[in-house]
């Protein structure tokens, strides 16, 4: 629901709460009240029809409001109506009441379509301002649209001049009707040279400055005067939020309305100046040759010498029920509309260029390059067909190599498939040469006890013991023999022995690198699954990017919308800040009508942005800030309802 809808809520609860108070005091001499007339049947219809409810529609149309208008015969066609009874006429007050409080939500929904777009017009200029590039491209843009409006100038113009030359020819001599075509042509193209020789001596500027810079004055004031049609639209919202139908409280202990039930009459009167309020701050929200208070001196001071509301008060009840609706319905059909057209004109007299403006350059180059492109496609169809052939062959190894093999891999190794698990070396050739070393060191113990041992021969209990001992890499009885053959190294290799030695050596070394691998062959083994889920990790993370990417360029993009509705809310609530600062002083409690107005925008742009971000119980208590902060309680209350709006929902605002 929006800050509109709300308001037209509140005050339509309002006007429920009055009572009848003149049902109370009722002349007995008078007709008795007849509640099943037809009448009043038709009266309650309408009233229904345009009261708010907590639905969706709070706000009618304005061409409802004057289709129910024109039902309750308020406006007949012929001659005036006059209520049968109070009764009546109270159920005609209530219904323009109702109807004065639908057309003033329309009136408000309109000012706050009017002002919210301005901004981005607005931001628009400041881009221009801000860079001589995009002023230089601003220039080129509104080039054509320069060169037709001079060349319209110069054409009406020489027109003019020559439709003077020829009439006056004409009336001097009755002989210029024979003059030639060619002779008029040759008077009418001296005629075009002067006008443009003496417009390029009026426009002395244009000559004196650059056309960049024409081009950023022009931008400069078509600015200014959207930052005025800003401020005054905003002050007319203000004044409208804060003076038009102000019916007092709420309601009391009892249940009752304290809508001045001390006179009856007040709460109408209320009703007709906010309809004269209305009225007249459509028809002067668009002077922009105006100061604020000047525009808010005008409006309160048309309100107060309107004609029809001094007459008013000498009517009775049922005449001024259909001047009020006669006013309504003029104020809906002619002074809205008018008013609709005049700040779309303005809107679009100095707001940023339509897109046939602004791309009218690539356009053209593109118009122009389109057959050279077509040509480019058709004679390369076939390099195209092969690119696009070979990006899917790419697309589809690229799955199948990095995301669907390495996932094929990593269930492999979880459920420990022994296809799958990382080897660097057989399982079997650790034990083949460790087998192979105990026989050469064994058979070099047995064929050479001496140099081995020392002792003459070896026993089955020695053999034994080198056995557990070359497991363990211990080789001392080849080492020892390897030690005296190196005593005599010629006796030694001549001998033999000490080759032998050196090669079991060499085994050894073998034996001992495969004892290392086998570590780190284990050790890769109790990490496979970590080597499994690293190889997997390029293909997901550049799936993953393919796939965000084109989420976002395809659709599906809610939580880059939610993103980016997070920044515009910080950005809202940076500008409802900027307000508050710049309107507080010491000599100001309350907002200026303008600073309120433009505070009800941004509240309800907040409204909008907000909606959808917070869960729905955080979001009713975030509404009930906004109110606050949109209320005229003050600014100090205002600015503590900001503080605890950034407080309580940065979490789902930053």
Request: with cysteine; glycine share 6%.
């Amino acid at each position: 629901m929006s800050l509109v809808a709300d308001q037209v809520l509140r005050l339509d609860a309002q006007l429920d709460r009055i009572p009848f108070i003149q049902l109370t005091g009722y002349d007995t001499t008078q007709a008795p009240i007849d509640f099943n007339s037809p009448r009043v049947k038709d009266l309650l219809r309408v009233i229904k029809a345009l009261s708010a409810t907590s639905g969706s529609q709070n706000v009618l149309s304005a061409s409802q409001i004057q289709s129910l208008l024109s039902q309750s015969k308020l406006l007949p066609d012929n001659g005036e109506y006059t209520s049968a009874s109070h009764y009546e006429a109270e159920l005609e007050w209530r219904l323009v009441s109702k109807a004065t409080v639908q057309t003033y939500g329309i009136v408000l929904d309109t000012l706050l379509d009017r002002i919210i777009p301005l901004s981005d017009h607005i931001w628009y200029w400041d881009d221009v301002l801000s860079s001589p590039t995009y002023s230089s491209l601003y220039m080129v843009q509104t080039s054509p649209v320069r060169l037709w409006a001079w060349s319209k100038e110069v054409y009406v113009d020489s027109k003019s001049r020559f439709q003077q030359y020829t009439t006056s020819s004409a009336s001097a001599n009755a002989e210029s009707i024979q003059a030639g075509i060619t002779q008029r042509w040759g008077r009418f193209y001296r005629i075009v040279r002067e006008t443009i020789r003496e417009r390029s001596l009026i426009n002395i500027q244009r000559k004196i400055m650059s056309p960049v810079a024409i081009c950023r004055s022009e931008a400069r004031g078509k600015q200014a005067k959207l930052k005025k049609l800003r401020e005054i639209t905003s002050s007319g919202l203000g004044v409208l939020i804060d003076e038009a139908l102000d019916f007092g409280g709420n309601g009391n202990e009892d249940g009752k309305s304290d809508i001045m039930v001390s006179d009856e009459q007040e709460w109408k009167g209320v009703v007709e100046k906010s309809i004269c309020l209305m009225d007249m701050v459509l028809k002067d929200a668009l002077t922009l040759d105006v100061g604020i208070s000047d525009f808010e001196d005008r409006v309160f001071t048309g309100v107060e010498e309107d004609p029809e509301l001094s007459n008013l008060n000498g009517e009775n009840e049922s005449d001024r029920a259909a001047l009020i609706a006669r006013r309504l319905q003029e104020l809906l059909g002619t002074h809205l509309p008018e008013h609709v057209r005049t700040a779309d004109r303005l809107v679009a007299e100095n707001g940023r260029p339509s897109r046939l403006v602004r791309y009218w350059l690539p356009a053209t180059a593109l118009l122009l390059s389109s057959t050279t492109i077509l040509r480019i496609f058709v004679n390369r169809k076939q390099e195209i067909l092969d690119w696009i052939r070979d990006f899917g062959v790419t697309v589809r190894d690229f799955w199948f190599n990095w995301v669907v093999d390495p996932v094929r891999k990593v269930i492999g190794t979880i459920r420990h498939d022994s296809n799958s698990e990382i080897a660097i070396m057989s399982r079997d050739s650790l034990n083949a040469d460790r087998e192979s070393l105990e026989r050469m060191v064994v058979d070099f113990a047995l064929d050479k006890p001496n140099a081995a041992t020392g002792a003459p021969s070896v026993s089955e209990s020695q053999v034994a013991e080198i056995r557990a001992k070359v497991r363990e890499g211990d080789v001392t009885p080849i080492l020892r023999a390897y030690e005296k053959d190196l005593r005599s190294p010629l006796k030694g290799t001549v001998r033999g022995d000490l080759v032998r030695t050196l090669l079991i050596q060499v085994q050894k070394t073998k034996v001992d690198i495969e004892v290392a691998m086998s570590g780190i062959d284990s050790l890769l083994k109790s990490q496979e699954l970590v080597f499994g889920f690293v190889g997997l990790t390029p293909g997901i993370l550049v799936s993953v990017s393919v796939f965000q990417y084109l989420r976002g360029a395809l659709g599906g993009r809610r939580s880059f919308r939610e993103t980016r509705k997070s920044g515009k809310c910080v950005r809202v609530l940076r500008n409802i800040d900027r307000i508050l600062t710049e309107a507080r002083s010491p000599s100001n409690t309350l907002l200026p009508y303008k600073d309120h107005g433009l505070i009800v925008c941004e509240v309800h742009v907040l409204r909008r942005l907000a909606h959808n971000l917070l869960p729905a119980d955080i979001e009713k208590d975030f509404l009930e800030d906004l109110d606050d902060l949109a209320n005229f309680k003050g600014i100090q209350s205002q600015s503590r309802a900001l503080s605890r709006i950034h407080w309580a929902y940065s979490k789902w605002l930053r």
